[in-house]
């Protein structure tokens, strides 16, 4: 524990505005991941307040933002970085605030105030709590040895929040490494700040999935640093989270309680898209409550058969075996492999997914493996394969049974020899990799009609989950519903109460080929096309597997075949997207497929 002891007092009661920001953050444990707002305008302030975030964070990089310039213009010497700040926060932020708690940023090191008397000043203001800021932590190199060594690194940033504890302030360390975090659990601070780089947009989609997973392994990272501490609040800061869907994905495959972000609001242009874009962050956080009635680990269900699967994902998930989750589309199998990773001990280490259908078969090995630069046309740069990136945590194999005869020799031989070697490359690579994998197609009668390899069946299916149909577990639906309004209300900032007697009558009645996806598209659709507090769900007609049949009888089958056939071609080879295209489950499409390459067999 640091001992830097302010004068007089030795511990001095906490504010209002401090206690009611300690409340917010125990609410990240028991209720919802918390969304934290850097302002750099007073408008962008009144957004997050009407938008329902949790606090505001005021460092003086949102004064370089609001200028146009980025936010490392902090660290250079246009000012005294702690007058800006208070700058910020009196001219601009605290008139605004509304009562939403405000973190205000110090830095620990300047000498033209006395400390104490600085933090003193700041909860005069109404300030909740403070963070350190500019962080010493984005210093590197002499000049960061040479800072380190005149007491003026990281040890003083800790030392500044002890003190600010002491003064009954809130203390949050900004932490861009294990060494900032292991200095703020001796300072005991209430909160982290996990830095994983500048915010950024990647517009290729798998160079985006790549850096978030990267950054999740990051925070991951620094999470197991602060190990000691369990109570204390790790919000993410910045790198790749850019929309509600990379929050998402954050939250799912990490130990964090929120998100504190200040260019991915703050670069929107008007009132309204920050509205818009804050609303759905807070509905995509309300997904994650941990209080969410019938909900195992983010997954909703409480019938027997969900029931049965919860009791094999806890039995399995912590035995590194390979797992093959079954089931039609849009029961969830990702759902439950994500969870399955979380609840194993490669928990803090990557978690990294291939959609085996979407990837074209020439370029599956490089996807797999990697490729060295110039190793083929458009290679124009090394990028490590699926494996290299899940080294130490779980590769999931999603639609496996759409993988090539020649994608599953490869997958067999690193299976077996535990290593890659990238596409154009000599030297091995060596991957410890849990594999899951998953199908809407039993690969055990693939193999017995000779379209998979039984040896890799064997090596992939130590375990087997199969995840019942929406149809065959109507108990959740109840339990779905309400969390997909949750849900809704939150993104579309509407309060709906619930859905008429008769739109849950015809809800029972539906078939459900496309499961809980469909169930939250009608949902969906219903709350955008009606309005009033209670969806009445004019709009959705349910559907028998007796009427699909009826409404198809009149196409001939080979009418379906070919149809089949061009929308597979039309999709490059895609067949999630072709069935989609055509409005039919995948399992019409497969079958239509078969049927068409038995007809031409026989001609």
């Known amino acids: 524990m640091y001992t830097w002891r302010v004068t007089q007092v030795s511990t001095i009661e906490a504010s209002q505005e401090a206690q009611a920001l300690r409340r917010t953050l125990a609410g990240a444990f028991t209720e919802r991941p918390l969304l934290m707002v850097v302002p750099g305008s007073g408008l962008v302030a009144r957004c997050a307040v009407e938008s329902g975030a949790d606090a505001l964070m005021v460092l003086n990089a949102g004064t370089y933002r609001t200028q146009g310039t980025g936010s490392l213009a902090s660290f250079l010497p246009f000012g005294n970085a702690n007058a800006q700040t208070e700058a910020l926060l009196q001219r601009h932020v605290l008139p605004r605030a509304a009562g939403l708690p405000v973190v205000a940023g110090v830095l620990a090191s300047d000498p033209s105030e006395p400390l104490e008397s600085r933090l003193r000043r700041l909860k005069k203001m ?162 994650h409550r941990s209080d969410a009635p019938g909900a195992f680990g983010g997954i909703i269900g409480g019938s027997p058969a969900m029931l049965r699967v919860f009791d094999v994902v806890q039995r399995v998930a912590a035995q590194d075996v390979t797992v093959c989750i079954e089931g039609e589309s849009g029961t969830g199998k990702e759902l439950v492999a994500g969870l399955l990773h979380r609840l194993s001990p490669r928990a803090n280490h990557p978690f990294v997914t291939l959609n085996c259908g979407a990837i074209p078969d020439t370029l599956l090995e490089s996807e797999l493996f990697g490729h060295e630069r110039g190793a083929f046309t458009g290679a124009e740069r090394q990028r490590p394969g699926k494996f290299e990136l899940a080294h130490g945590g779980t590769l999931f194999l999603d639609e496996i049974a759409d993988l090539s005869t020649r994608g599953q020799v490869a997958l067999l031989r690193v299976l077996q020899q535990r290593e890659v070697t990238r596409v154009g490359g000599e030297l091995t690579v060596p991957v410890d990799v849990r594999i899951l994998t998953a199908s809407n197609r039993p690969l055990s009668s693939l193999v017995e009609a000779g379209e998979f390899r039984s040896d890799l069946f064997y090596r992939l299916c130590a375990i087997n989950i199969q995840l019942p149909r929406l149809s065959e577990r109507p108990e959740d639906m109840p339990l779905l519903v309400e969390a997909i309004l949750s849900d809704l209300r939150g993104r579309l900032n509407r309060d709906i109460t619930g859905l008429s007697a008769d739109f849950e009558r015809k809800l029972m009645q539906h078939d459900w080929p496309g499961n809980v996806r469909e169930l939250e598209q009608v949902i969906h659709r219903c709350a955008i096309l009606e309005d009033g507090s209670t969806l009445a769900g004019w709009s959705f007609e349910p559907w028998s597997e007796d009427r699909t049949k009826s409404a198809t009888r009149h ?16 999709a490059r080879g895609n067949k999630s997207q072709a069935a989609k295209d055509l409005q039919v489950t995948r399992r019409t499409l497969y079958r239509w497929l078969r049927e068409a390459e038995n007809s031409s067999r026989d001609r």
């Open 555 to 570: 196409l001939s089958p080979s009418h379906n075949h070919q149809r089949a056939v061009t929308a597979v071609q039309k």
């Open 126 to 287: 109404g300030v909740a709590g403070v963070v350190n800021w500019p962080a010493v932590g984005f210093i590197d190199g002499q000049f960061r040895q040479a800072l380190e060594a005149e007491g003026l690194g990281a040890a003083s940033e800790a030392e500044m929040l002890s003190m600010a504890k002491e003064l009954g302030l809130v203390a949050f360390g900004f932490a861009l490494g294990t060494t900032e975090v292991e200095h703020f659990m001796r300072a005991d601070v209430d909160a982290l700040i996990l830095d994983i780089g500048l915010t950024r947009a990647s517009g290729d989609v798998r160079t985006k999935h790549d850096e978030l997973h990267q950054a999740i392994a990051r925070l991951n990272q620094l999470s197991e640093a602060a190990v000691s501490r369990p109570n204390c609040v790790k919000l993410a800061f910045g790198g790749p989270i850019v929309t509600p869907e990379d929050l998402n994905e954050v939250l799912r495959h990490s130990s964090i309680q929120g998100f504190a972000g200040g260019s991915v609001f703050e670069r929107l242009p008007v009132r309204d898209i920050v509205n818009a874009t804050l609303r759905r962050f807070k509905g995509m956080a309300m997904r």
